[in-house]
């Protein structure tokens, strides 16, 4: 085992509790990437008719109609929400921290922590759910859960849903790249269109289970202040560095017995001040949460 990946794994093993910072890299490392055989196998039909080669950019893609939206919309929220990872990665990260007093805070919106058995009560998941609507303008609070709708959109464009979600080509014919307008989703409050419970600008709704998770984080937080933490950071980028990346810096400079620890496919630099209570390593991610497995 690597020296560094060993001395994780003691911090670990010795740690009184386990903050672990997620980032879109880990979804990476779990198989959920944009591009390449995932992007052809679900979204060949939009990337040849559009022009675009990745899933992020069919994203912006600015179509004519609501119905072309969620056509490409319902597909993306299914394959990277209620589709499992193709790689185990959440999983074994699940059984390196489950006997230890963990949390989770993370901006992933495709659920994969509660679907590798983390207990919800110790999830923050901050940016928002993929398996959530919103309403468009906001008219209230709320959110509502997309699956039902979603699952409709899909099977209208001529998938077949398999036992484990999976999508199924047709064996005949053709996908339709826009969905009825009747299952266009509407806000059940006042009759706007839906949209993602995504943030992305002032409109994101934080609804009473957001609330209740960030309170459970900053309930978390403030217990463990003097206590033997290990601040995991995980595939976590500059996209919003202030959310987990400066926020784990922080927590661990406050704490003298506090360790940061940083997965990334490059090593990160650390500031000084905790340079020496950090472990930086960088490549694989899930081949080193595997070696954390007891």
Same mark, same amino acid.
């Given at each position: 085992?690597?020296?560094?990946?060993? *001395?994780?794994?003691?911090?670990?093993?010795?740690?009184? %509790?386990?903050?672990?910072?997620?980032?879109?890299?880990?979804?990476? %490392?779990?198989?959920?990437?944009?591009?390449? =055989?995932?992007?052809?196998?679900?979204?060949?039909?939009?990337?040849?008719? &559009?022009?675009?080669?990745?899933?992020?950019?069919?994203?912006?893609?600015?179509?004519?109609?609501? +119905?072309?939206?969620?056509?490409?919309?319902?597909?993306?929220i299914w394959v990277?929400?209620?589709?499992?990872?193709?790689?185990?990665?959440? =999983?074994?990260?699940?059984?390196?921290?489950?006997?230890?007093?963990?949390?989770?805070?993370?901006?992933?919106?495709?659920?994969?922590? *509660?679907? %590798?058995?983390?207990?919800?009560?110790?999830?923050?998941?901050?940016?928002?759910?993929?398996?959530?609507? *919103?309403?468009?303008?906001?008219?209230?609070?709320?959110?509502?859960?997309?699956?039902? %709708?979603?699952?409709?959109?899909?099977?209208?464009?001529?998938?077949?849903?398999?036992?484990?979600?999976?999508?199924?080509?047709?064996?005949?014919?053709?996908?339709?790249?826009?969905?009825?307008?009747?299952?266009?989703?509407?806000?059940?409050?006042?009759?706007?269109?839906?949209?993602?419970?995504?943030?992305?600008?002032?409109?994101?709704?934080?609804?009473?289970?957001?609330?209740?998770?960030? +309170?459970?984080?900053?309930?978390?937080?403030?217990?463990?202040? =003097?206590?033997?933490?290990? &601040?995991? +950071?995980?595939?976590?980028?500059?996209?919003?560095?202030?959310?987990?990346?400066?926020?784990?810096?922080?927590?661990?400079?406050?704490?003298?017995?506090?360790? &940061?620890?940083?997965?990334n496919l490059e +090593?990160?630099?650390?500031?000084?001040?905790?340079?020496?209570?950090?472990?930086?390593?960088?490549?694989?991610s899930a081949a080193?949460?595997?070696?954390?497995?007891?």
């Amino acid at each position: 085992m690597d020296e560094k990946v060993l *001395q994780l794994k003691n911090a670990v093993v010795q740690a009184d %509790a386990v903050m672990i910072g997620a980032g879109a890299g880990l979804s990476t %490392a779990a198989g959920f990437v944009y591009s390449g =055989e995932r992007f052809d196998r679900y979204f060949g039909d939009f990337g040849r008719a &559009y022009g675009f080669g990745d899933m992020y950019s069919g994203g912006f893609y600015p179509y004519k109609t609501k +119905e072309e939206f969620w056509a490409y919309f319902s597909r993306n929220i299914w394959v990277n929400r209620y589709m499992n990872a193709p790689k185990s990665v959440y =999983e074994d990260l699940y059984r390196a921290v489950k006997d230890k007093d963990y949390f989770v805070l993370t901006t992933n919106v495709d659920h994969c922590f *509660q679907k %590798a058995g983390f207990d919800k009560r110790r999830l923050f998941y901050t940016q928002g759910d993929y398996g959530l609507f *919103q309403c468009s303008k906001p008219c209230c609070q709320k959110t509502w859960d997309n699956e039902s %709708a979603v699952r409709d959109m899909i099977l209208a464009q001529g998938f077949v849903i398999g036992e484990k979600n999976e999508l199924i080509l047709p064996k005949e014919g053709t996908l339709a790249r826009a969905i009825p307008t009747e299952l266009l989703p509407k806000c059940p409050n006042c009759g706007r269109p839906l949209t993602t419970n995504l943030r992305s600008d002032d409109r994101f709704v934080e609804d009473e289970g957001w609330r209740r998770a960030a +309170e459970a984080y900053e309930s978390w937080v403030q217990a463990h202040r =003097e206590k033997k933490v290990v &601040y995991l +950071e995980i595939g976590v980028g500059y996209n919003t560095p202030g959310i987990i990346k400066y926020n784990f810096w922080q927590q661990v400079y406050q704490n003298e017995k506090a360790v &940061y620890a940083c997965l990334n496919l490059e +090593e990160d630099p650390v500031p000084k001040e905790i340079k020496e209570r950090s472990i930086v390593i960088g490549g694989d991610s899930a081949a080193v949460i595997r070696e954390l497995i007891p």
